[in-house]
Every structure is written in structure tokens, then in C-alpha cells.
Nanobody
Framework: QVQPVESGGGLVQAGGSLRLSCAASGRRYSSYAMGWFRQAPGKERDFVAAISWSGGYKYYADFVEGRFTISRNNAANTAYLQMDNLKPEDTGTYYC?????????????????WGQGMQVTVGT
């Protein structure tokens, strides 16, 4: 199975930007849809965005409000989340995940290969 590893998180002020990367090892990386999730302390994990194996289909949570862009570069075995106009409520632990489900949008519970998470903090 693939092993996602996140990078690019950190501290940024409201209105700033971050670019998260998810490097996924494994020979079959390009056959996996990739997703980003986040979780604030004491809250449930939320779906943020997902992208199909080909990059042709992208999905976003409503709270993204056009501020984030998910992409992938299969030659580099890497998925990205460009986050612009960040808000304090975007603060949380961000996770990259993968699923072998294809042909449709995967449900959250169908992502079964997870990174360890990465902190994103947006100050005021």
C-alpha cells in the first residue's frame, strides 16, 4: 500500500497562504485517489478536498469557499493543497489519505492509507 507523508504546514497569519504536499511512496501511487482532511482539537475529522487518480475530478468541502486548490503530479508521486486567504478557523491537524476506490467519488470512510498529520495554525 502507499504511505503518504505530509509536509508544508506551519504558522501563518490570517489572509496568508500555505502549500501542503503529500508524498506517497509505492509503485501503485498513480492508481490512488488522494484526499485531504483536517481535525481541530475536540472536534471530528472533516473532509477538505479530494482528487481522482487522473487529476480529472476534484471535490471540495463547502467551507473551502474557493480558497483552496487540490492538485497532483503523478510523476513526482505527490499531491498538493494550495491554501490561500487562510482563516483562523482553518487551524487544525491536516492529514493526507489515499484510496484505491475508482470510478466514483470515494466516501470519507473509504480512504484507508493515512499520513501521520501535520499542524496548520492560522493566527489573528
Amino acid at each position: 500500500q502507499v504511505q503518504p507523508v505530509e509536509s508544508g504546514g506551519g504558522l501563518v497569519q490570517a489572509g496568508g497562504s500555505l502549500r501542503l504536499s503529500c508524498a506517497a511512496s509505492g509503485r501503485r501511487y498513480s492508481s490512488y485517489a488522494m484526499g485531504w482532511f483536517r481535525q481541530a482539537p475536540g472536534k471530528e475529522r472533516d473532509f477538505v478536498a479530494a482528487i481522482s487518480w487522473s487529476g480529472g475530478y476534484k471535490y471540495y468541502a463547502d467551507f473551502v469557499e474557493g480558497r483552496f486548490t487540490i492538485s497532483r503530479n503523478n510523476a513526482a508521486n505527490t499531491a498538493y493543497l494550495q491554501m490561500d486567504n487562510l482563516k483562523p478557523e482553518d487551524t487544525g491537524t491536516y492529514y493526507c489519505a489515499a484510496t484505491s476506490i475508482s470510478g466514483r467519488r470515494p466516501a470519507d470512510g473509504e480512504f484507508d492509507s493515512w499520513g501521520q498529520g501535520m499542524q496548520v495554525t492560522v493566527g489573528t
